[in-house]
């Protein structure tokens, strides 16, 4: 006869306190990594307020390209 997991102390042991610390330990991974200003998300950030604020596609393509070229900006196809 095979016991069930919840009934045995390791199996206990497993659901009410190392599944729990798992999760614990996972969200504050991605607590951390949500909130890690990383350069590329600085200037992913730049570029949207940069077009945001002009209507002239032209100057921001050619501050884009002048980072890309200075390896300051990597485009998302970069990023991925």
Same mark, same amino acid.
């Given at each position: 006869?095979?016991?069930?997991?919840?009934?045995?102390?390791?199996?206990?042991?497993?659901?009410?306190?190392?599944?729990?610390?798992?999760?614990?330990?996972? =969200? *504050?991974?991605?607590?951390?990594?949500? +909130?890690?200003?990383t350069?590329?998300?600085?200037?992913?950030?730049?570029?949207?307020?940069?077009?945001?604020?002009?209507?002239d *596609?032209?100057?921001? =393509? +050619?501050? *884009?390209?002048?980072?890309?070229? +200075?390896?300051?900006?990597?485009?998302?196809?970069?990023?991925?």
């Amino acid at each position: 006869m095979m016991t069930e997991l919840h009934n045995t102390l390791m199996g206990r042991r497993l659901i009410e306190h190392d599944i729990p610390e798992i999760h614990h330990q996972l =969200k *504050r991974i991605a607590d951390a990594l949500d +909130k890690k200003d990383t350069p590329e998300k600085e200037y992913i950030w730049f570029i949207e307020e940069l077009e945001a604020s002009t209507d002239d *596609r032209l100057v921001t =393509k +050619k501050i *884009r390209d002048f980072l890309v070229k +200075k390896n300051i900006w990597k485009t998302q196809a970069h990023l991925e």
